[in-house]
């Protein structure tokens, strides 16, 4: 008989309780609500905005990173008492290289760590099974349509204002039904400057199709300064998302960034800027790591970055090949040069 593991709703009520285990194994297709999840433990384990940023770690075991994950979930953090240790995708480890390691890390993980697994997959990876009994399993379902849109209604109207049923259809078309990205494009609604009710023609025009590869998650990668973003930006060229709707999510991140430098330089609090800066609290963990890979005098030379490509995009030709585009050669200025 098939093993009935609890889901993201009822984990959320175990989070409530203010309890964290030591090891989860997060199995499903919808990555937001893990994400989301994930994001909350990393507030419950570390008090300090600071050291969230130092002591949790994460790590695409797809892309051949177990072993820099297991090296860190073992390795006792200099500065925390904590780490998290977030592995993704672990259904991708190849068994018969790093089997022993994986198991070995498991029994042998220090308390101080909390380990964090994560799968597509509905069911975990044959190869954990004798190990299921050490880790809390949660099942994190897709949602369903309606479910979606009473979600995206009730997000619209906590902003005071409307949508009407095409808009919604055309979200959640354009995010491919995944919640994460219907939270980005919640976002994007709210710093449009729309008002009153929300058509499909708000959403054509500041909600591009991300179904495949998000634009939210190219700018992760970029502000980040992971060389995975020109990769990103590869797919999103490719798929035909326009190029000045990137140059103005990229401006957007860093003016929000800007705003919190100056309020920082008033003498606010971390939290107290990033409210101000208008960060969501979700989003927090990933703003700390792009402050680390972009300090503000290195946020002040991309604005001339970002103005240069955004002039060059309206006032020169069409070209064809990526390598061509003024927003390629931002983008490499932004990783490797500035």
């Known amino acids: 008989m098939p093993v009935k593991y609890p889901n993201a709703k009822q984990f959320k009520r175990d989070l409530d309780g203010d309890r964290l ?23 419950m384990a570390f008090d300090d905005p600071a050291e969230r940023s130092l002591a949790a770690g994460r790590f695409h075991i797809e892309n051949e990173e177990f072993m820099a994950a297991a090296d860190f979930a073992l390795s006792p953090s200099m500065f925390s008492s904590r780490r998290v240790c977030v592995m993704y995708n672990i259904d991708g480890l190849q068994q018969g290289k790093f089997g022993a390691v994986f198991r070995d890390m498991t029994a042998n993980l220090p308390d101080s760590t909390i380990l964090i697994l994560t799968s597509r997959e509905i069911k975990p990876p044959a190869f954990m099974a004798p190990l299921l009994d050490r880790f809390k399993v949660v099942q994190f379902w897709r949602y369903f349509d309606n479910d979606l849109y009473n979600y995206i209604a009730m997000s619209i109207r906590k902003m005071g204002l409307a949508i009407d049923d095409r808009a919604v259809d055309l979200l959640i078309g354009r995010t491919g039904s995944d919640i994460k990205k219907i939270d980005d494009a919640i976002d994007m609604i709210r710093y449009s400057g729309e008002a009153g009710l929300i058509g499909a023609e708000t959403i054509k025009n500041f ?45 957007r991140q860093a003016e929000m960034m800007e705003r919190y430098y100056g309020m920082i330089e008033e003498g606010m609090t971390a939290d107290q800027a990033m409210d101000r800066a208008g960060v969501y609290t979700k989003n927090r963990e990933h703003f700390w790591r792009y402050t680390e890979s972009f300090p503000r005098e ?28 003024p927003v390629f050669a931002m983008l490499t200025d932004m990783l490797y040069t500035i």
Do not use: W
């Open 207 to 251: 909600i591009d199709d991300v179904r495949d590869v998000s634009v939210f998650e190219f700018i992760d990668a970029l502000f980040m300064r992971e060389a995975r973003a020109l990769s990103l930006f590869k797919k999103l060229y490719e798929d035909g998302t326009p190029e000045l709707g990137i140059v103005y999510q990229i401006l």
């Open 21 to 43: 285990e030591q090891r989860y194994l997060f199995l499903g297709e919808e990555e937001g609500e893990k994400d989301k999840c994930i994001n909350r433990i990393i507030v």
């Open 298 to 325: 290195r946020i002040r030379r991309v604005f001339t970055l970002i103005s240069g490509a955004d002039f060059k995009l309206k006032s020169g030709g069409v070209h064809k090949e990526l390598v061509a585009s």
